[in-house]
């Protein structure tokens, strides 16, 4: 298992959650893990990135402001801070990993590793 995403429940809205992802062997030596999220009947959104080298951060325009992402390469664990959560973000959220630069970011195609993905609810 090269990606394992843990830390999804059922919160209130204005909550908060830590999402943690477990990175090993080629999806840990990357470029970049990212974090996108699926809800049903919906297509998979990008929600955020982080560099493992240098931690460079891109969010699409829902996450900023709200949501933090971090790493640990010590660890190779990378992690999305989610505050002042919404009944919207309810989804099912995945982290990726692969060699993608900032113009692909949003592009889940472009990613190579993915993790099984945690659920997260929140309640109105």
């Known amino acids: 298992v090269q990606l394992q995403a843990s830390g999804g429940g059922l919160v209130q809205a204005g909550g908060s959650l830590r999402l943690s992802c477990a990175a090993s062997g080629a999806a840990a030596r990357s470029r970049a893990v990212a974090w996108f999220r699926q809800a049903p009947g919906k297509e998979r959104e990008f929600v955020a990135t982080?560099?493992?080298?240098?931690?460079?951060?891109y969010y699409s325009d829902s996450a900023k402001g709200r949501f933090t992402v971090s790493k640990d390469n010590a660890k190779s664990m990378a992690y999305l801070q989610m505050n002042s959560l919404r009944p919207e973000d309810t989804a099912v959220y995945y982290c990726a990993a692969g060699n993608v630069i900032t113009s692909t970011a949003r592009n889940h195609d472009a990613y190579n590793y993915w993790g099984q993905g945690t659920q997260v609810t929140v309640s109105s």
């Open positions: 982080i560099r493992w080298s240098g931690g460079g951060t």
